[in-house]
């Protein structure tokens, strides 16, 4: 079986993230960039499908320059090989266009399932598993916290607010994981090593068929109007418990809205 995992490089979130004054997009340089967390998961979760019905997991990745680390990161991990989109037309491309951008490199990708995670931590939208099949025309799974693959099937446990759902489609198909569904592996020192020798396939947006009339800040299908950094935190507000605390604590809440 061949699956092909998504993975997103995203600022730190132990870091101070800030946007560019001049586009008002993500200033990349600003911090430190690490995988995704999610995409760890589906990382993992892709190879343990792996070992357990063979092929080979293909990492895919659009980028900045940048990405070649958590890439390397990702091939460390286990993966065979990795796709990395990469060209400055792609910069300021939304939730939207990176789905088409994503599914056009995916035509250039020999695949039976893709797997990702159901959201980032800069963007944090979760429309991309959906938004991908939809370009695609395949199934969607999403918030899995469990997968199953028998043959051409696959069935997962969806996540909600009440256990779960059975969903069940026929392959190729997308799947987006939740972080309830694995321990994602620690990348031991020789596997860190081999990384280093896997295969990259670096690709303009040309070369995956992306058509640049349909990406990038220029054409995004959303935007971001204005911004301002956030006020610093106040000092917060002392209640003296003389016998009426409880009083003056419920007339704050009441105060403020809370009650």
Same mark, same amino acid.
């Given at each position: 079986?061949?699956?092909?995992?998504?993975?997103?490089?995203?600022?730190? $979130?132990?870091?101070?993230?800030?946007?560019?004054?001049?586009?008002?997009?993500?200033?990349?340089?600003?911090?430190?960039?690490?995988?995704?967390?999610?995409? +760890?998961?589906?990382?993992? +979760?892709?190879?343990?499908?792996? +070992?357990?019905?063979?092929? +080979?997991?293909?990492?895919?990745?659009?980028?900045?320059?940048?990405? $070649?680390?958590?890439?390397?990161?990702?091939?460390?991990?286990?993966?065979?090989? /990795?796709?990395?989109?990469?060209?400055?037309?792609?910069?300021?491309?939304? %939730?939207?266009?990176?789905?088409? %951008?994503?599914?056009?490199?995916?035509?250039?990708?020999?695949?039976?399932?893709?797997?990702?995670?159901?959201?980032?931590?800069?963007?944090?939208?979760?429309?991309?598993?959906?938004?991908?099949?939809?370009?695609?025309?395949?199934?969607?799974?999403?918030?899995?916290?469990?997968?199953?693959?028998?043959?051409?099937?696959?069935?997962?446990?969806?996540?909600?607010?009440?256990?779960?759902?059975?969903?069940?489609?026929?392959?190729?198909?997308?799947?987006?994981?939740?972080?309830?569904?694995?321990?994602?592996?620690?990348?031991?020192?020789?596997?860190?090593?081999?990384?280093?020798?896997?295969?990259?396939?670096?690709?303009? /947006?040309?070369?995956?068929?992306?058509?640049?009339?349909?990406?990038?800040?220029?054409?995004? $299908?959303?935007?971001?109007?204005?911004?301002?950094?956030?006020?610093?935190?106040?000092?917060?507000?002392?209640?003296?418990?003389?016998?009426?605390?409880?009083?003056?604590?419920?007339?704050?809440?009441?105060?403020?809205?809370?009650?």
């Amino acid at each position: 079986m061949n699956i092909v995992v998504l993975v997103k490089q995203v600022p730190d $979130t132990a870091t101070e993230r800030k946007l560019n004054a001049d586009d008002k997009t993500l200033d990349r340089a600003a911090s430190d960039g690490v995988i995704n967390e999610l995409c +760890e998961y589906a990382i993992e +979760e892709a190879l343990l499908l792996k +070992e357990k019905h063979g092929g +080979e997991v293909t990492i895919l990745t659009m980028g900045p320059d940048q990405a $070649t680390d958590s890439i390397r990161k990702a091939l460390s991990m286990g993966a065979d090989k /990795a796709v990395f989109v990469n060209d400055e037309a792609l910069h300021g491309s939304d %939730a939207i266009q990176t789905a088409y %951008a994503l599914a056009q490199a995916l035509g250039t990708i020999e695949f039976d399932l893709v797997v990702l995670g159901s959201e980032s931590t800069d963007a944090r939208t979760g429309v991309l598993g959906a938004a991908l099949a939809e370009y695609l025309g395949l199934p969607q799974l999403t918030l899995a916290g469990k997968v199953d693959v028998d043959g051409e099937a696959i069935k997962i446990q969806r996540q909600t607010d009440y256990g779960y759902d059975v969903v069940e489609a026929r392959l190729p198909a997308v799947v987006s994981v939740v972080e309830k569904i694995n321990e994602p592996r620690y990348p031991s020192f020789k596997l860190i090593m081999q990384a280093k020798k896997k295969p990259v396939d670096k690709k303009s /947006a040309a070369d995956a068929g992306i058509d640049a009339g349909k990406v990038g800040l220029a054409h995004a $299908t959303t935007e971001t109007v204005d911004f301002a950094a956030a006020p610093p935190r106040a000092a917060g507000t002392i209640v003296k418990d003389e016998g009426d605390g409880g009083a003056k604590a419920a007339d704050f809440l009441a105060e403020k809205k809370f009650v």
